[in-house]
């Protein structure tokens, strides 16, 4: 609960242009704002039902009186235009139920913070549309790769590995622009957490603290528990330090043990620790 709170009151230090500001924007969300987000949601929802449904009836392409091998030729045509389409509308499908399961899960620990309830009893949000709605995904399309068992759009690790080679090189800011343009580009994408990550130690680079830990911020709740976790989470804690607010700091840091008890990072967590001089 300790650390709920502070990663909330990180969130609300790191949006403010001095410590002693009262509150962001954000929290001041009324719950009439909350209900227009989930009405654009469905709106999405009810916009890709309508892309599914048929709009005339089908047609084949075969003319009459062609030969057998014409006629098969011509089927087996549409049956690969019509699986093209239907691999291209599932996986538009799945990223707005992802990007949209997200999007619920911040409204739910904002409604919660409005009424005053507590954080901690939250628990994982509902997939959009059901537990199926990410299942049996079917092969994937032309243009399509697979990376740790997640489908990536025509051209998504390309501009991710662009924008890592600025970071390898020292472009920061170019390196910085193009994760940020990534993360918009792809909502979802199972590199988000990465691109998030690299995004503020190019942040880091430029000398920009603040943008870089709500960076770190991003990257840790995009995925709690995945490979770039507890660098984020560590990554998060220092930066907390250097923006002079240790007792957040502090709380950030020591939960990179309680976390992530295996990894390495626990290690340079307790020597940022250390140097903080947290208790």
Do not use: W
């Amino acid at each position: 609960m300790r650390f709920l709170q502070a990663v909330f009151l990180s969130t609300t230090l790191l949006g403010t242009s001095s410590l002693v500001s009262p509150a962001l924007a954000q929290d001041q969300q009324t719950l009439a704002d909350i209900r227009q987000e989930l009405t654009v949601l469905y709106v999405d929802i009810q916009r890709l039902k309508r892309e599914l449904s048929t709009t005339g009836g089908a047609n084949s392409g075969v003319v009459a009186g062609s030969s057998v091998l014409d006629r098969v030729g011509a089927i087996e045509t549409s049956l690969q235009q019509l699986t093209a389409q239907t691999e291209q509308l599932e996986y538009r499908i799945n990223r707005i139920v992802a990007d949209g399961t997200n999007r619920i899960g911040d409204l739910e620990f904002r409604l919660v913070e409005l009424e005053g309830g507590d954080i901690a009893a939250l628990g994982e949000t509902t997939t959009l549309g059901g537990e199926e709605a990410l299942t049996g995904a079917g092969s994937l399309g032309s243009g399509q790769s697979e990376t740790d068992g997640s489908e990536l759009a025509v051209g998504e690790q390309a501009d991710f590995d662009a924008a890592q080679q600025d970071l390898s090189d020292g472009s920061y800011q170019q390196a910085a622009e193009k994760f940020a343009i990534f993360t918009q580009s792809y909502p979802g994408s199972p590199l988000a957490p990465k691109a998030d990550f690299n995004r503020g130690k190019a942040l880091d680079g430029l000398g920009d603290t603040r943008e870089a830990a709500r960076a770190y911020l991003a990257s840790f709740t995009a995925e709690a528990n995945g490979e770039t976790a507890p660098k984020a989470l560590f990554e998060l804690g220092a930066a907390l330090g250097r923006l002079g607010q240790v007792d957040q700091a502090c709380i950030t840091l020591s939960e990179v043990a309680v976390r992530f008890p295996g990894s390495d990072t626990v290690a340079v967590a307790t020597v940022e620790m250390a140097e903080l001089g947290c208790s």
